[in-house]
């Protein structure tokens, strides 16, 4: 069959999601009753089979990559994309592992010198609960509060056109000191000097911008387009990470 | 004074192997011979220094790459070169102090070399299988299975959006349109519209000729 027996029952995607398991009814009594939509859905099964093979691990750093991440070589943008794969992918975390094959080891975070304080930092920041602000009147956005150390960190999205907006933010130091000591030394603002350098933007683990931060401890990231990003702030051999900030 | 600094390579490459057959017999050693070679080799760029280098740890780049196959003397012979292409003639000062630094990283590099061996070894039999499977009948070599997954992903990734790049790489790892959409909120306003982009996408990849060979449609 060369055509769809009745094209005005089929939306886009309904054939995609009828692939994938998801369709509604009513597209899979039409299924049933047209092979040239049957033939299609049967096409996008085998395509996503061959691409799933395909592009297996395509996503992966490279060998040589977590050879440096191994021996804490990667410059802290990619030191950072690098961790935080690791922790989602249980290949390459055993692949890491091969490099110190000598001494087997079932903790292998213990096991890396010199780079267990990224990550404990990276999983330490990951774990601190989100705490929203009141919104603010004039804004799209709602600023919102993480916690690092003794530093709390308010970051909020406002829309400058239909498609960009601002992202920004504020290092507020030192937070309240009956907060709770952490289990391993974080950034700690001095005599009115903030810890971080620069922070680095990620989308989807790609770097997207590095800005500054400046004595007041703000930052501005301009012209970003909707989405959800990533924040990495750097400091001496640490980088701090908050994830999933979704703008707007 | 490093008694080592005045020593002709020749010289220097016994002492070195003495003092490696002390080490392996657990009997102390003094390792400033090997790292000679190594400074002279790398931060000097002496070619004998570096033959004798090569011949010295083969057999120890050889059991660090732990691979058993007809491929394993070229793997040596990439870990050494690619151990000689990291280091450049100003780093080595700065960067090693040690034998045992420079031993860490010249492991480090055979490892690297081992695990891409494996990565690809495994992707070119899964990728013989599925083409096998599509193009029984075909008897040409097919170029994609040369291909690694990086570079087929770039393939891929410059046909597409960034939306749609997202799905199919999502789809490819197996997660279904309700979980892109929960993972992603903020991208895909609902399941259907993760399904809607999806199909697009691969509407478009069905259109070229040199993907098609992959799900078998010619």
């Not at chain 1, 990667?74 to 989602?88: E, I, S, Y």
């Not at chain 2, 990565?119 to 075909?138: G, V």
């Not at chain 2, 892109?180 to 982009?197: L, T």
Request: include cysteine; hydrophobic fraction near 45%.
């Amino acid at each position: 069959m060369r055509a769809c027996i009745n094209p005005a029952e089929i939306q886009p995607g309904d054939l995609s999601a009828y692939a994938d398991g998801e369709a509604a009814q009513r597209v899979a009594a039409h299924v049933r009753r047209c092979a040239f939509c049957a033939g299609r859905v049967a096409i996008y099964r085998r395509m996503v089979a061959a691409l799933a093979v395909a592009l297996d691990r395509a996503a992966c750093p490279e060998a040589e990559t977590l050879g440096d991440f191994y021996l804490d070589a990667l410059p802290a943008g990619q030191k950072l994309v690098v961790a935080k794969h690791l922790a989602a992918c249980p290949q390459c975390a055993a692949e890491l592992q091969a490099f110190d094959r000598p001494v087997p080891s079932a903790d292998w975070l213990a096991g890396l010198k010199g780079l267990s304080s990224v990550l404990t930092g990276v999983l330490e920041a990951i774990r601190v609960p989100l705490r929203p602000l009141a919104v603010a009147r004039g804004d799209t956005a709602r600023p919102h509060y993480y916690r690092a150390g003794n530093l709390n960190i308010s970051i909020g999205y406002r829309s400058s056109t239909a498609q960009r907006g601002v992202l920004s933010g504020v290092i507020l130091a030192p937070a309240s000191r009956a907060a709770p000591a952490p289990r391993f030394p974080l950034p700690v603002a001095q005599e009115g000097r903030m810890p971080f350098i620069h922070v680095t933007l990620f989308r989807h683990d790609a770097e997207v911008s590095v800005q500054p931060i400046d004595a007041l401890g703000s930052f501005v990231f301009e012209d970003i387009p909707p989405g959800e990003y990533d924040l990495a702030f750097d400091w001496d051999e640490r980088v701090v990470l908050v994830t999933g900030i979704r703008a707007p | 004074m490093n008694p080592s600094s005045d020593m002709d390579v020749g010289t220097l490459a016994a002492r070195c192997r003495d003092e490696m057959a002390k080490s392996r017999q657990r009997q102390p050693a003094d390792d400033r011979y090997c790292f000679e070679l190594f400074r002279r080799a790398l931060a000097l760029r002496d070619a004998a220094a570096w033959d004798a280098i090569c011949q010295q740890y083969q057999r120890l780049v050889q059991s660090w790459l732990a691979v058993d196959d007809p491929d394993a003397d070229a793997l040596v012979n990439d870990t050494f070169t690619r151990f000689w292409q990291q280091i450049p003639l100003d780093r080595f000062q700065h960067a090693f102090h040690h034998l045992g630094a420079v031993l860490g990283y010249l492991r480090k590099c055979a490892r690297s070399i081992a695990i891409a061996h494996w990565r690809q070894q495994k992707r070119q039999m899964e990728l013989e299988k599925l083409l096998a499977d599509q193009q029984a009948s075909s008897p040409e070599r097919d170029p994609l299975r040369d291909l690694t997954a990086q570079e087929l992903a770039a393939y891929v990734k410059a046909r597409l959006d960034e939306r749609e790049w997202l799905i199919i790489m999502l789809s490819a790892d197996g997660l279904r349109p309700r979980q892109i959409h929960e993972r992603h909120p903020a991208q895909f306003a609902s399941p259907h519209e993760v399904s809607r982009i999806k199909e697009r996408a691969l509407d478009r990849l069905r259109g070229d000729p040199y993907l098609r060979r992959l799900w078998g449609e010619t």
